[in-house]
């Protein structure tokens, strides 16, 4: 059971066409919602096209498995009519192997396949794939043609500005090189291999691959705010942005960035009964999608709503316990009635009362205990 759809103060509506994807898929928004391993499966892809990303990517999955069937491969894809388009992303190096995975995505019915060549992780690289690719503009384009001949969805790549800062191809090779093989869009995410999810976004870089090839131009990395798309959008010069970790437990950022990025004044934030309604949704999408052991991939999810309020990291303690969804369920009537008595002192100035559960506990001296490591659980995966 899914419950209803979230509060009217996350709502967003669309405007006309920014531009299509290979001629075929509209953008109005101009805010994509990045692939994430772990992170971006259905519930999250719907809850962020909902609040406005024209387009959200599932977590990459190898071709090679994919085109011999495999089971867990193709779990990973699972998609729905609502979350449509729905833009999967596959990850190799070999040019066949990836032209039969494309040719079997656009069996699957997706309206477009994504190319990884950005995954920093050791075992993928020494696959010669991922950001391998960065090292190997020939093989960028030896792969996006193979893609593009087995299938007529377009196809899409998502790479980064370059393998390292010195001695290899520039952004702008790289680029071209997809362009070259027939890509109809290619997401930046300006940081080199090295960095991997972490450092500067290198704007110039992005600004001058979008000057060199006349496809769209997504620009991603480290974008938290609608302020922070507005500068990537002002030093880049491309066509929509990407949001990876700054939506995490903030699906309404894309409404934040479709809103400055169309021109439209911006929504004020939404409220805790509007937040905590998404929250059950996201629950109960992982447990409609996975069953129980969606619960265990929930504990993620919710410490990152939980973050935002005193003793969220003690709800995070007690979420990460939870095995099972009438246990996961409590825990969020508990959260929303703490997060109502927060908003009540809030608004008559008093200090927000400890949740029930800390009462008489030694550890409620402290609301916001420092977590180290918090949200990179998975940071090595892309
Ligand atoms: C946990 C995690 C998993 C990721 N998985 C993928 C992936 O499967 N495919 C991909 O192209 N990028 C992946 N990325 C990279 C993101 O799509 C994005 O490029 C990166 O996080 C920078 O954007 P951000 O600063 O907005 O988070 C991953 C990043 C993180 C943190």
Redesign the pocket.
Known sequence: MTPAAAAPDLAYEALGEAFRIGGRIPIRNRVFA???????KLPYRRLARRHGADIA????VKAYPLVRDDRKTKELLVTAPDEAPCGP?I?GGDPDTMGRAAAVLEAMGFPLV?I????PVKRVVNEGA?AALLKDPAKIEAVVRACVQAATVPVTV?L?SGWSHQGHADAVTLVRAAEQGGAALV?I?G?VRSQH?EGD?DFDAIARAKQAVSIPIVA?????SAEDALVMVRETGCDAV??????YGRPWLFRDVARALTGRPPLPPPGWEGICDVMEEHLEGMLDLLGVVGVRLYRKYASWYFRDLPWGAHFRDRAYRASEPEVMRALLRDWREHARACEAAAATGERPPVPAFLVGDPRAADPFPARPGD????????
């Open positions: 990045a692939p994430m391993c772990g992170a971006s990517y599932t977590e990459m992303q990850c994504d990884n060549m950005g995954c991922g998502k980064r997401c995410h940081r999810h976004v991603n990395g480290g974008i938290e990407m949001i990876g970790r700054g939506a949200d990179d659980e998975d940071g090595t995966c892309e």
